[in-house]
Every structure is written in structure tokens, then in C-alpha cells.
């Protein structure tokens, strides 16, 4: 396992982005166009449409909120065996799914065992990426991620031609044999060690097992599985307050997938063209994730900055919407919507990684999934009760918009203050300093001289605090 000081932010890097690509292709391709098996499950097995959608709704919501066990499973073993055992559980689930009975069946196959395969390997491939960037990690994230926008133009057609041809278990089937490339995938993870990380692993252990003594007095595993889970990281107020925000703006992302469509279609669009606008939307995503990814990394603004004006324009979009009364109309609301979303989406793992730190954002990406776990599980009904008390799809989207504003106004709290950076009269670190600089501040407040601070130290202090 190669063991380095900083990460190399290239080299084999390089591959682990090509590998979280792909995982991005089939794992969120699979969340974006199951959509396509829908129609078919409620012919088939003559179900309601609520009845149906759960079937997408949990798989969705499995993929997210298993993440902090794959991040478990990866802080026991490593992200590469993890996300090869993933692949191969995807496998199974779809496989099991070909001889489904009923809807309860599919539910269990393809939105608890799927999903859960899928889960394991979609966190610990973006985990990696955090591991071998740090100046150009945006711009990795942006490239890896941007793999769900090109799934929704390749995945959606394959899976219609396979359906038409091999009938819809025949298709699940065929899918199950694309997921074993997973293992591919994942074997591109190559285990990285960070000597920093290293430390501070060391010192939240000694804090996780400090804050855990009651808990190992009455079963002993405890503390193992507090340090597994990383639960200690839900006590970081930066990390709870981003991820709050998270589940506010994923709730408020969550109902456009939901109501667009049908939305489109009451107010006299061809269905053939309703469908396609999500298309639209997956189509400017593709481009503008790794555009911004690489700008964020580039441009002199915080990238919390960047990210929030992301939110903004995603806010706005939604409240254009129920304005927008023509086909045009609705196809210049889906280019913007992709453009705002492609302007946050690149930075929810960077963000992960600040207020978690590198040696933790396995933990962090898991806790953060979670709360997107659970904002798209309550989106999709959220919009159904608006849809039933109102009559229409306006309140849906202002609705949408409101969560959203919500969540800039939360992330408000994470602005560093004016002059606030560092708390050096009492030798101690501002929270919101990352702990990388702990060594920097300490020395500074003590005014020892400079030539006892690391380059590399000074280096990663600079580079920490100008995110």
C-alpha cells in the first residue's frame, strides 16, 4: 500500500476517478432510469402507482442510507474489497429479481439487496477520490460524478430496447451481468495511506473511546463499533449543520424528479416529449458538473460561496417552473436547473471532506448519504400529499423551492467570521479551522519562531483554509 505525506493529487488518482465514473454510470444510472421499468411493473403486476414507486423509493433510499455501514465495512477492510463485494450483491439482487411474483418481491430484491450492493460500491469510490486529491479534488469529483448525467442519456434507451426484447425480467437479468463489471471497477480503488491521516485517526480514537466509557461498561464492543461507524462526527458542529442543510436541499431536489413529467404532460405536452426533459436536465448536467468542478478549483471564492449560489439558482428554477407554460419554456427551466445543480453537485464531497477531514470521510460521505437517504425518501411522498390537497403541481415545486432557500439559509451559519479565522490569545483552534493546521496555530499563539514549522505543514494550513 503506497504511504505518502500529502495526497498526490494525479497519478493513479487519475484511474480512481475513471473507476468512480463508472460506478456513477451504473449505480445512479440504475436510481435516474428505473423509471423506464415502471410502466411495465404496474402492467404486469397490476399494482397502484404509490404501490409501484416504492420500489425506486427505497432502492434510492438504501443506496444513501447504507452508506455509513459501506463506510464501516471499508474502515475494516478497504474501499476496494468493499466496492467488488458490492458489485457482485448487485448481481444477485437483480438476478433474484427475475423471477419476482409480485411487487413486495421487487421491492426486496431490486430496493433492499440491489440497493444495498449499490451502496457499497457508490461511498467508498468517492471516499477514494478525497484520499488522492486535495487542490484539484473538485475537479475530480466533478469529472467522477458527471458520469450520472451521461447514464441518463445511455441507460434509459438500453433498458426500453432490452425490455421490448427480452421482456422486463429478461432486461433486470441482462442488467445483473452489467453490474459484475463493478468488480472491474472497484479493483482500480488502489489502497492509499496518508501518514498525517494516520495521526489523526490516532487522536479521534482516543476521543471516541473517551466519550464512549459508559457505553463499554455495559457492552464491550461498543467503543469498536462507535469507531466503525464514526459516530463521534454527528458531535461536529460544522459537519451537523452542513449535513442539516444537505437534507434540506436533497428534500427540496428530490420532488422535481417526482412531478416534472406529469406536470409537463397536464398542461397538454406530448408524453414522448415530457420524458424527455429529464434528458435535458441529465444531458447539461453532464457537461457542467466537471466544468465547475474544475472552476471551483480555480476561481479566487470560497467554495462554500460557490456552492450556495449553486442552491440559489437550483431555488429559483423550481419557483420558474409553475411559470413556465410552454414546452420552450420548460426546456430553458431544465438547461438552468442542470446548470445549478451541476454547480453544487461537484462540491458535496469536497464540503464532506472539510468538515469531516480526510483520515474520516469514509464516515463523512456515509453520514452524509444518510441524510440524503432520508430526504429523498420523504421527498416523493411530501409531493404526493401536496399533489392530493391542492389539485395541482404548483405547490410541489414552490414547495421545493422553500426547502431549498431553507438550506442557504442554514449553511449562513458555516461563513467564517471577519477576523475570527484563528483564536490564537487562548492557543487554541477556531472550530472551524481544520484540524490540519492545529500544529501551525499552536505554534503561532506560543510566537515560536517560524523556522520550526513544517514546509509541508504551512503548505496543507494555506491550502485548508482557502476552501
Avoid at 438500453?158 to 452489467?178: H, T, V, Y
Avoid at 417552473?321 to 426546456?331: E, G, I
Avoid at 442554514?410 to 471577519?418: A, D, G, Q, S
Avoid at 496555530?441 to 496543507?460: C, F, H, K, N, Y
Amino acid at each position: 500500500m503506497p504511504s505518502l505525506d500529502v495526497p498526490p493529487d494525479g497519478g493513479w488518482g487519475w484511474m480512481v476517478v475513471l473507476s468512480t465514473f463508472l460506478v456513477h454510470v451504473i449505480a445512479l444510472g440504475a436510481v435516474k432510469s428505473l423509471g423506464v421499468f415502471y410502466a411495465e411493473f404496474r402492467e404486469v403486476f397490476n399494482e397502484s402507482a404509490g404501490n409501484t414507486s416504492f420500489i425506486s423509493s427505497v432502492f434510492v433510499a438504501t443506496i444513501l442510507m447504507c452508506s455509513p455501514i459501506a463506510s464501516a465495512l471499508s474502515n475494516l477492510t478497504s474501499c476496494r474489497a468493499v466496492a467488488m463485494a458490492g458489485s457482485v450483491i448487485s448481481a444477485v439482487g437483480l438476478g433474484v429479481s427475475f423471477f419476482a411474483q409480485n411487487i413486495v418481491h421487487l421491492i426486496i430484491t431490486t430496493g433492499l439487496i440491489t440497493g444495498f450492493g449499490m451502496s457499497l460500491m457508490y461511498s467508498p469510490s468517492l471516499a477514494m477520490i478525497g484520499k488522492y486529491f486535495h487542490k484539484r479534488h473538485a475537479t475530480a469529483n466533478g469529472i467522477a460524478i458527471s458520469g450520472a448525467g451521461v447514464s441518463m442519456l445511455v441507460l434509459s434507451p438500453l433498458f426500453q430496447f432490452l425490455i421490448d426484447e427480452f421482456r422486463w425480467n429478461g432486461a433486470l437479468l441482462i442488467f445483473a451481468g452489467m453490474t459484475l463489471n463493478g468488480c472491474v471497477f472497484g479493483a482500480l480503488l488502489r489502497p492509499l495511506h496518508l501518514k498525517d491521516a494516520g495521526k489523526d485517526k490516532e487522536t479521534e480514537d482516543e476521543k471516541a473511546a473517551d466519550s464512549s466509557k459508559t457505553c463499554k461498561a455495559i457492552v464491550p464492543f461498543c467503543q469498536k463499533v462507535l469507531e466503525m461507524f464514526d459516530v463521534t462526527l454527528l458531535k461536529s458542529r460544522p459537519f451537523l449543520v452542513y449535513s442539516l442543510s444537505l437534507f434540506l436541499l436533497m428534500l427540496g431536489n428530490s420532488i422535481i424528479y417526482v412531478h416534472l413529467v406529469a406536470h409537463a404532460q397536464a398542461l397538454g405536452v406530448e408524453k414522448t416529449q415530457a420524458a424527455f426533459l429529464p434528458s435535458v436536465m441529465g444531458i447539461v448536467e453532464a457537461v457542467v458538473r466537471p466544468l465547475n468542478g474544475w472552476l471551483s478549483d480555480r476561481v479566487p471564492v470560497r467554495k462554500l460561496y460557490y456552492y450556495m449560489a449553486g442552491c440559489v439558482g437550483l431555488g429559483i428554477c423550481n419557483i420558474a417552473v409553475p411559470h413556465s407554460h410552454t414546452y420552450a419554456a420548460l426546456v430553458a427551466c431544465m438547461v438552468f436547473y442542470g446548470i445549478s445543480s451541476g454547480t453544487f453537485y461537484p462540491l458535496i464531497a469536497v464540503l464532506v471532506r472539510k468538515y469531516s477531514g480526510v483520515s474520516r470521510i469514509s464516515g463523512g460521505l456515509g453520514w452524509a448519504f444518510v441524510f440524503q437517504g432520508a430526504a429523498f425518501l420523504l421527498g416523493q411522498p411530501i409531493a404526493g400529499w401536496l399533489y392530493d390537497a391542492t389539485g395541482n403541481y404548483d405547490m410541489s415545486f414552490y414547495a421545493a423551492a422553500t426547502f431549498i432557500f431553507v438550506s442557504v439559509v442554514i449553511l449562513l451559519l458555516l461563513v467564517p467570521k471577519k477576523g475570527g479565522k484563528w483564536a490564537l490569545e487562548s492557543g487554541k483552534p477556531d472550530p472551524e479551522v481544520p484540524h490540519e493546521c492545529d500544529e501551525l496555530i499552536g505554534l503561532q499563539a506560543r510566537q515560536l519562531p517560524a523556522d520550526s514549522v513544517t514546509t509541508e505543514t504551512l503548505l496543507t494550513c494555506e491550502l485548508l483554509t482557502s476552501v
